[in-house]
């Protein structure tokens, strides 16, 4: 399972680099990602949901979300200030179903459950995965299915085995699920079979952890499966996928434990988005169509 989170020239090429939940910009190069441009209009046709709308949201006229602006090409930094991919476009057609717009907040990955429940954002948009301990946190609305994938340098040269990571150095995410839930049994593993440990590299921002393998601080990377594919695809052959896709899980929408009605209006607008086309679409033009659900739910 997963979480699953700025391009810049290193050595002559692009790379995945710092940003994201908590630093700097990115640039990710003229044309090299689409727009996401946010519409104010609401969106035509589907149930009026605007009275599912908490009354801070309603008189603001924009929904306040978290974002960990670092996981392209879900949720990442355009031109160092615009938040962009798929999962912005994918909201913001969700908001257009309620008439408002979205005012996109970059946060670290870390701290985005507890601003929304401490209301300093509206809700959490950030390919959060869907597990028990997030559940009683929040409630979270599912939207997308992802798994876990590796990346090694090409060729492999570290001959790392995901299976047997013992006494490889693995970069990955601080807050992400392929930390907390992933690395803990393996390392059990490890240990049990008298090996020496993973020896982490933990980073704030999933592109930081993509350079550390580019850059050769890493043997092997873990992530959501739409960050590594993207991830390979931008580095110009300097990656490649090892293995395949495990624990495929859905991503949710962040909301408050006590906005229910409005999880479950979410819910409503995202059928409305499948219906009319506009939820394939937004994943088609990053994409990531292979990850689209129909089973829209609170706390699945």
Known sequence: MSVLRRTLVLSGVL????????????????GSAPSSAPS????????????????????????????????PPNEFLQGGKTVVGMDVDLFN?????????????????????TGVQGGKYDIGVSSFTINDKRKQQVNMVSYFNAGTLWATAKGNPKGVN????????VAVQK?????????PKRQAKCKAEGKPEIKLVVREKQDQATADLVGG???AMLADSPVVLYAISQ????????GD?????PYGYVVPKAETAFAAAIVEALKAMEADGSYKSSLQKWNNDSGAITDFAVNP
């Open 15 to 30: 790379v995945l680099a710092a940003a994201g939940c908590g630093s700097n910009s990115l640039d990710s190069g003229a």
């Open 40 to 71: 104010s209009a609401p969106s035509s046709g589907g149930p009026d949901l605007s009275g599912a709308l908490p009354a801070k949201i309603k008189s603001a006229g924009k929904i306040v979300v978290g974002v960990d602006a670092s996981y």
């Open 93 to 113: 057609a969700v908001a257009q179903k309620f008439g408002v717009t979205v005012d996109w907040q970059p946060a670290g990955f870390d701290t985005i459950i």
């Open 162 to 169: 995901a299976d047997d990571a013992c006494g490889k150095t």
């Open 175 to 183: 807050g992400t699920t392929q930390l907390e839930d992933d690395m």
């Open 217 to 219: 601080k890493a043997d």
């Open 235 to 242: 580095t110009n052959g300097q990656l490649e996928q090892l």
């Open 245 to 249: 896709i495990y624990d495929a899980a």
